[in-house]
């Protein structure tokens, strides 16, 4: 039978809460092939970014995203700080160990709010409801730390903008041993549950030559054997201070993310433990003034991945280049391999799986194809949407 | 008159589908309890489908107009007829006439069929492949589910009769403490998740994966009566099971606690397991549940 039917997924689908297109193509129930649209969420950042000047950058790609908003602000900073002489030559020990805690405490809520969503996507939606109800008090402590639940607005050139108060230090203690029980329970509940796992093992199978051709990156290559993790192999903040161990896994499949994601939690949480012991006294920023000409490159490990920043600094007070890689736009690709052969469940389940976060991923350029001149570009886009708004207000 | 009454008011569609919303409520209520949520006020499912009965119908292009709009009636019909149908065998169980265990079983089956022409008819990739899955998940759960009944109808001495069932039941205690009955029972309570379209069964209706799928193009009127369907069948399923397996007292209350606690069973069920693929689904059934079956229909012959 060779019947090929055209399943969307999107723009609009309750599989995803962010607008993308996923065409599947299927016989039956199997899937033979998969068109992957993005494109629907640009925001121009990068070209807005051009128009900032450094310290207005950091808050700005700081809302590319709002689940990895740490680092996406902290890669920027490190790209800056990589002009200035790199991170650990000017930035005072106590602001490594708060930016640290920033990033671990931002990577358990993100990878609760996965598993959450990870719950509702096979309709486990008991799951769905207990994560995200243990991310709470993660959230609880950023708003202690930094005032706010999801954009810290802690990152800054040279340093953080606030200090952990010593008088918290036992509260965020007492919350990271509250929560240890939680991630117990969730990995007994999701790894060892019988019909969770004949739900996902071997289900969106991505073989290590897979993602090593398809260049995925964080807990998605981790899962397929990878053994890459930017933390480690190119230490920023505190984390060559501290204890910890990356965990990688074989199988390639949903149940292997799943299972490095869970893992990853207990990591965390032991490395927020040590920062706060270890933490030294000392000020918390360095006070830069001026960017020199030059070009840096930053690399902060966000929970779905590397995510890359590149800025060029002509001495003036904004970046002449900004250019933004974010790790979903490396793994929403790799769908193409991991989702084809399995049945529809499969591949809803294989497109979430690698925490896809789209609005990090997009970016959009419209050619004429005869003549393959540029006509309309970011700055384009961002005119479009004054004039729409513009006009959406009159009465 | 009296049979217009017994089908339309009491014990029949206005009293099955009232209970059946409520009974609905406490699946909502319950299940937002487990998941430390507050829950909807007990009148929400009225407002549903008040709300929906007042809107508009869309009927998508190309779709066959005629089909679309009739398979609710019919599933709509034919479950209300099964809730009539175990009302006044409960109250009545004398009146019973000889092989309605066989139409009630014929009937259970009409609104799954139902929802796989309506979902056939509505021209959408998405509801075809909700109704093949439909069609699947029916083939699968109708062998053990009538397994399971014949195992019963072997353990009250033959009767195809709901009342004569009853009877044996009140004269020897419910087929559910014996041997053969209890398995029967468990293979039953499957059969019945599945019949309810809940989760780890709900794959025709999977909603992150087919987005409602045989459900999809409906709206309005024609919506709130596979509702209404779905809200009557929430109450007779669980009613029948407690009529064949566990049927030794009738008295109200201990009938309302007999098919709450079937009820709970449905929910603990549907909060603690993830939905199944289809193959896994049709394997689980053909599998282990049809083996369950089968053994507890050779217990019943052994006399067990």
Same mark, same amino acid.
Request: aromatic residues 12%; hydrophobic residues 50%.
């Given at each position: 039978m060779s019947?090929?039917?055209?399943?969307?997924?999107?723009?609009?689908?309750?599989?995803?809460?962010?607008p993308e297109f996923f065409r599947l193509y299927v016989e039956g129930e199997k899937v033979v092939d998969i068109d992957i649209v993005i494109g629907y969420m640009h925001r121009g950042i990068e070209e807005l970014s051009e128009h900032k000047h450094f310290d207005q950058v950091a808050f700005l790609v700081e809302r590319i995203c709002g689940i990895c908003s740490s680092s996406h602000p902290y890669a920027f900073v490190l790209a800056a700080e990589d002009i200035l002489g790199g991170e650990a030559n000017i930035v005072p020990e106590r602001a490594l160990y708060i930016r640290t805690i920033i990033d671990e405490l931002q990577r358990i809520h993100s990878h609760l709010l996965w598993l959450g969503l990870a719950g509702h996507f096979i309709g486990y939606n008991t799951v769905w409801m207990w994560a995200w109800k243990y991310r709470e008090p993660v959230l609880d402590m950023f708003e202690m730390i930094c005032g706010n639940r999801n954009h810290y607005g802690m990152s800054k050139i040279g340093g953080v903008r606030r200090d952990i108060r010593d008088e918290d230090i036992p509260i965020l203690k007492k919350a990271l041993d509250d929560l240890l029980p939680a991630v117990d329970m969730f990995r007994g509940a999701v790894m060892d549950d019988p019909v969770i796992k004949a739900r996902l093992v071997g289900c969106g199978t991505l073989t290590k030559e897979q993602a090593i051709d398809w260049c995925t990156v964080g807990p998605t290559a981790r899962a397929s054997g990878i053994n890459i993790d930017v933390r480690r192999d190119e230490p920023y903040g505190a984390y060559d201070r501290v204890d910890w161990n990356v965990i990688v896994e074989k199988n390639g499949d949903v149940f292997a993310k799943t299972t490095v994601r869970i893992l990853e939690l207990y990591e965390s949480i032991s490395i927020i433990r040590q920062c706060l012991n270890k933490m030294p006294k000392g000020e918390i920023d360095a006070d830069i003034k001026d960017i020199p000409p030059g070009e840096g490159i930053g690399r902060v490990e966000a929970p779905r991945g590397e995510c890359f920043h590149y800025v060029k600094s002509d001495g003036t007070n904004r970046p002449v280049r900004h250019k933004i890689r974010?790790?979903?736009?490396?793994?929403?690709?790799?769908d193409k391999v991991a989702a084809v052969g399995g049945t529809i469940s499969d591949a809803a389940l294989t497109l979430a799986a690698v925490d896809p976060c789209y609005c990090c991923t997009e970016r959009l350029i419209v050619l004429d194809k005869a003549t393959d001149k540029k006509i309309m570009d970011g700055w384009d886009l961002i005119k479009l949407s004054q004039e729409k708004t513009a006009k959406l207000k009159k009465p | 008159m009296m049979i217009l009454f017994s089908y339309l008011?009491? %014990?029949?569609?206005?009293?099955s589908a009232c209970v059946g919303l409520i009974a609905g409520w406490i699946d909502r209520k319950v299940t937002a309890r487990i998941q430390w949520r507050v829950g909807p006020p007990w009148y929400q499912n009225f407002v549903d489908i008040v709300k929906l009965l007042g809107k508009e119908t869309v009927i998508p292009r190309g779709a066959a107009k005629l089909t679309f709009l009739f398979s609710p009636f019919l599933g709509l019909l034919s479950a209300a007829l099964v809730a009539t149908i175990l009302g006044v065998t409960v109250r009545l169980p004398l009146t019973s006439f000889a092989g309605d265990l066989i139409v009630v079983v014929y009937l259970l089956i009409i609104p799954a069929i139902s929802v796989i022409i309506g979902a056939s008819s509505s021209r959408n990739p998405l509801a075809s492949i909700g109704a093949s899955r439909e069609m699947k998940l029916v083939l699968g759960y109708e062998l %053990?589910?009538?397994?399971?009944?014949?195992?019963?109808?072997?353990?009250?001495?033959?009767?195809?009769?709901?009342g004569s069932i009853l009877n044996h039941q009140i004269n020897f205690g419910s087929n559910l403490v014996s041997w053969s009955g209890a398995l029967a029972f468990i293979a039953a309570i499957f059969c019945m998740q599945a019949k309810?379209?809940?989760? %780890?069964?709900?794959?025709?209706?999977?909603?992150?994966e087919i987005m409602a799928g045989a459900l999809i193009e409906y709206s309005g009127s024609a919506l709130a009566m596979f509702k209404l369907t779905k809200a009557i069948l929430l109450y007779t399923i669980p009613l029948l099971l407690v009529i064949l397996f566990w049927g030794s007292n009738l008295a109200p209350l201990a009938l309302i606690g007999k098919y709450i606690a079937l009820l709970v069973v449905v929910i603990l069920i549907k909060n603690t397991n993830p939905r199944l693929r289809i193959d896994q689904a049709l394997r689980f059934f053909w599998g282990p549940v049809t083996a369950l079956a089968v053994i507890a229909v050779i217990l019943a012959i052994i006399g067990y």
């Open positions: 019947h090929k039917v055209v399943i969307p997924i999107g723009p609009y689908h309750p599989l995803q809460e962010e974010a790790p979903s736009y490396m793994n929403v690709a790799s | 008011i009491f %014990p029949g569609f206005l009293f %053990p589910f009538i397994l399971s009944i014949i195992a019963v109808i072997i353990k009250s001495s033959g009767g195809i009769q709901l309810l379209c809940f989760v %780890p069964f709900d794959m025709s209706e999977a909603e992150q």
